[in-house]
């Protein structure tokens, strides 16, 4: 006997109308939402160790292309490594082009200014290794008033005097 046998004031109408299979895409039913992609590399290190030094194998031990095997040590290759990671790890997932898009417009742009020996590991090489030589760039503090002007409401700005 079922319980709703012994429940005098049970309906069968009051039962909420069955979910159609997600598969038959019921009219009540909302598409489902995919989820996202777990990362195929777990951060930029691994990315960079076990992905892009395969990919990209170049003579780095002259003078026309530098590689610092310490790139980690560098704040703007590492920035800029981050960026292609996180651009690799989202246009994989696009079955059409999206690794064309990745070399053309994302790897081969990022990998030429590391490359370069003006770039960022300037000073270091492949065979001598980590040489920092570089210093942050030259900065002098905003005065207060230009502060203000910056963060002020630029309807409310009045126009810079003209310069002679």
């Known amino acids: 006997m079922l319980?709703?046998?012994?429940d005098p004031d049970f309906d069968d109408d009051d039962q909420p109308?069955?979910?159609a299979d997600a598969n038959t895409g019921g009219a009540?039913?909302?598409a489902p939402t995919p989820l996202p992609a777990e990362p195929k590399f777990a951060s930029v290190y691994r990315f960079v160790n076990d992905h892009l030094v395969d990919q990209?194998?170049?003579d780095v031990t002259g003078q026309r292309l530098i590689?610092?095997?310490r790139w980690w040590a560098h704040g703007e290759a590492v920035?800029?490594?981050e960026a292609l990671w996180r651009a690799w790890e989202h246009l994989r997932?696009?079955?059409?082009t999206g690794m064309a898009v990745w070399w053309k417009d994302y790897a081969d742009p990022t990998m030429a200014v590391l490359f370069d020996p003006q770039g960022p590991f300037a000073g270091c090489s492949a065979d001598r290794g980590h040489k920092p030589r570089l210093a942050p760039l030259p900065v002098e503090p905003m005065p207060d008033y230009v502060v203000e002007?910056?963060?002020s409401d630029p309807s409310r700005r009045p126009e810079p005097a003209a310069a002679h």
Not at 3 to 6: E, F, K, R, T, V
Not at 93 to 96: F, P
């Open 149 to 151: 002007w910056l963060m």
């Open 93 to 96: 997932l696009d079955g059409g």
């Open 3 to 6: 319980d709703d046998d012994l």
């Open 67 to 69: 590689w610092c095997p």
């Open 28 to 30: 009540d039913t909302p």
């Open 79 to 81: 920035s800029r490594l």
């Open 56 to 58: 990209y194998r170049r």
């Open 17 to 19: 109308p069955a979910i």
